[in-house]
């Protein structure tokens, strides 16, 4: 409780230094995704309500980049790469094979808080295509059986 | 004439006004550019590439946001323009649903004009995936449907502009981005007011009003005494729905089509608006006298008022407890008409006809009924009676004038002025002038309260007392009025806020004027007009002055403001939370 008490402190002195210069709003999402993991219901209303906007401006920013998220994100961040080399090598079916492993959608998070899945664009290992990365670990070269295991890595 | 810019269109000289865009220079030489994300004074964002231009640059120009140079020459009508603006309309075409023929738009459509004006050949040219939305339908004023949405955001602007509510925008990116409210929330669930402006400037069928056709039918078939009444506005705009020009007043062929679709009498709103007046002036002078909560604010507009409710609750106490006109119309009707005609109550039911889709929730305040009744049962807009005129095959440009019925249908001008912006407060001060001094007011006009300026303010000197007053229409202009009393720079005595830009005669439920019309002609002054018309031919225009109103206080009231008239005619407001929708 008091580390969200510290985190929503440093979101006010954020919102305090920003609040008049025009365009405040992205700068502010931005702080508030790296202090929260996320820009939740509660950090959007807090954003609203100190910047003066309404709060459909505030999820109107935050869906519509990719960098903001609405939940907590998990643990572990799987990134699946969609570049050009890494989908002719294969990768939707890497990600349809995790997405069912993990029984969550890209941009999705398992329930026990552990994983989000997400496809990205080029991660510049076209060598290895195709490529995930589990947070700073790359994995090359993958077929769709070779998912479970790796999810069982991090699992233990 | 310095800052005039020279340019040429089409071959055209134009002499125009540095800042003038292209589009706004064209129409001056009288040539026609597409629009569709364009409104006049509303929306100006170049989104949606409809009016393309040849300005000589790289790239064809948006004409409604590309500013005019000297010596430019810009060209609308050439084969490239012409395919670019047709792909625009084909691409959108691609996400709606073409169901033309049973859209409430329907021959009111600003795509359809789009289509037919750029010569779309085949309405499924770029066949594709398409997203199947649902309907958001669970408001009691606004209905969304975004399979008819084009993503132009003229409703977007009119929300959070206009109306500083700001409930509704762009969700998403790309193909998935739709034009709903936050967080998943359905409108009713947000802090919507439903004042219906984003109707209004809808240029598709994506947003009309929640239907109370099928209701009101219903009643009329049901045997039981069904009473209609209209508001001040509605007769100034009706008219347009059958052809004729804009401001022509219609109130004598309304009420003669409203007897032909079946209502029992037709009551006049306007009756209850002089009876209004005196109960609201009389709470002024009360508040005044007796050092009461100062500014007091008129409380007709049921938009306003949930807006006050929502976004600024520490102003509740300064809302007149006046119940707005057609709730008194609607609880007379329940008892005094009732205990006059010796008929029970509960076999009546009245029928509000308004220019406005938060009517319908306000008809709904469990607060504004009385033993198990509702004052008002169904609310329909002035494009629903429209609607009902038509399917009921009445040629309304040929009905002759009738009267509204007795004893609820006398008004005077002070009454019909109330749809206008500053109405109701100079329909205010033409009794509150009588009252306080005593002295008869020779001159009614109060002009330093008319017209369509954000903000109008005066002070008036009532025989020694002087009254500062204020009129905002539109909400976004009365937050500036309210934040001004917070702030301690202004001191009002008297406030009249209207929900709608313009008052109600341009009422989210009146007749919608398209886009090109609206960037000639001011639609608020012209149907505006129609009532100030009305008002200047009236014998009587001051509400003083109606008898019929006279004998309701004799007969049955007692005195102005007295007991049984808080009972009747007075109500009470609700501090609301604008995130009560989101846990």
């Not at chain 2, 109550?345 to 009245?350: G, H, I, R």
């Not at chain 2, 306000?362 to 607060?367: G, K, N, S, T, V």
């Not at chain 2, 031919?537 to 109606?546: I, L």
Request: aromatic fraction near 6%; include cysteine; charge should be negative.
């Amino acid at each position: 409780m008091s580390d969200m008490r510290e985190k929503f402190a440093q979101l006010d002195l954020a919102i305090s230094e920003l609040k008049d210069q025009p365009g405040a709003l992205m700068p502010v999402l931005q702080k508030a995704q790296s202090i929260f993991g996320c820009v939740s219901l509660d950090v959007q209303k807090h954003i609203a309500e100190g910047l003066g906007v309404t709060l459909s401006e505030v999820y109107g920013v935050a869906t519509f980049y990719a960098q903001f998220t609405l939940e907590p994100a998990g643990k572990y961040i799987i990134s699946v790469c969609l570049g050009t080399a890494c989908y002719v090598k294969g990768a939707q079916k890497v990600l349809d094979k995790l997405s069912e492993e993990l029984g969550v959608k890209v941009g999705g998070t398992t329930k026990d808080g552990l994983f989000t899945l997400q496809a990205t664009r080029c991660l510049g290992a076209c060598g290895l295509a195709p490529v995930i990365t589990v947070n700073e670990e790359v994995y090359g070269r993958l077929v769709p059986e070779d998912i479970p295991g790796i999810i069982a890595k991090y699992k233990e | 004439m310095a800052d005039m810019i020279n340019l040429t269109i089409d071959g055209v000289q134009v002499s125009v006004p540095a800042g003038t865009t292209v589009l706004e220079a064209a129409r001056q030489a009288h040539i026609h550019i597409p629009t569709l994300c364009y409104l006049k004074d509303v929306n100006k964002i170049g989104a949606c590439r409809v009016c393309v231009v040849d300005v000589g640059a790289r790239a064809l120009q948006a004409a409604c946001v590309y500013p005019v140079s000297e010596g430019m020459v810009v060209k609308t009508n050439t084969p490239a323009v012409r395919r670019a603006r047709k792909a625009v309309v084909e691409l959108l075409l691609s996400i709606h649903d073409r169901k033309c023929l049973s859209c409430t738009r329907n021959n009111n459509c600003e795509l359809q004009d789009l289509c037919r004006d750029l010569g779309i050949e085949d309405d499924n040219r770029f066949a594709g995936e398409r997203i199947e939305y649902e309907i958001d339908d669970l408001s009691t004023s606004v209905v969304r449907d975004n399979n008819k949405c084009v993503l132009c955001r003229r409703c977007v602007a009119a929300c959070h502009a206009q109306q500083h509510v700001g409930v509704i925008g762009p969700v998403g990116r790309g193909f998935t981005t739709e034009i709903t409210s936050p967080w998943g929330l359905k409108l009713a669930q947000t802090g919507c007011v439903g004042c219906g402006q984003c109707i209004a400037v809808c240029p598709v069928g994506a947003l009309k009003e929640k239907d109370s056709i099928h209701a009101v039918n219903g009643l009329l078939e049901s045997g039981k005494h069904v009473y209609v009444q209209t508001a001040p506005a509605v007769r100034a705009a009706l008219g347009e729905e059958f052809g004729l020009p804009m401001g022509t007043p219609v109130t004598g062929k309304m009420v003669a089509a409203l007897r032909r679709l079946g209502f029992e009498k037709v009551f006049d709103t306007d009756w209850a608006a002089d009876l209004t007046i005196l109960e609201e002036a009389t709470e002024l002078v009360h508040r005044i006298q007796n050092k009461g909560v100062l500014p007091m604010i008129t409380s007709c507009s049921p938009g306003w008022v949930k807006y006050c409710e929502t976004y600024n609750s520490d102003f509740i106490p300064n809302l007149s407890s006046c119940k707005s006109p057609h709730e008194m119309l609607g609880a007379m009707v329940k008892s005094y008409y009732a205990e006059k005609t010796g008929i029970n109550p509960k076999d009546m039911s009245v029928v509000s006809v308004m220019p406005c889709t938060a009517k319908k929730f306000e008809a709904l305040r469990p607060e504004l009924g009385h033993d198990g009744m509702q004052d008002v049962d169904e609310v329909i807009t002035t494009r629903e009676l429209a609607k009902m005129i038509r399917a009921a095959g009445i040629d309304f440009a040929n009905l002759p004038d009738e009267d509204f019925d007795k004893v609820l249908g006398e008004s005077t001008g002070a009454g019909v002025i109330f749809g206008a912006t500053g109405g109701v407060m100079e329909a205010a001060l033409r009794y509150a002038y009588e009252a306080i001094t005593g002295k008869e007011l020779d001159k009614v006009e109060f002009e330093a309260v008319r017209g369509l300026e954000n903000v109008k303010e005066a002070s008036i000197d009532l025989g020694g007392l002087t009254l500062n007053i204020a009129v905002a229409h539109g909400t976004a202009n009365a937050q500036k009025v309210l934040d001004s009393i917070r702030a301690g720079e202004k001191h009002y005595d008297f406030i009249e806020i209207m929900c709608c830009p313009g008052g109600c005669v341009t009422g989210g439920g009146q007749p919608i004027v398209k886009a090109d019309v609206r960037a000639g002609v001011n639609v608020s002054a012209e149907r505006a007009k129609a009532l100030y018309t009305e008002d200047a031919g009236k014998a009587r225009r001051k509400s003083q002055e109606n008898e019929e109103i006279k004998a309701l206080y004799t007969d049955y009231l007692g005195e102005i403001g007295g007991e049984r008239a808080h009972h009747l005619l007075h109500t009470h407001y609700t501090a609301r939370d604008k995130y009560a929708g989101v846990k």
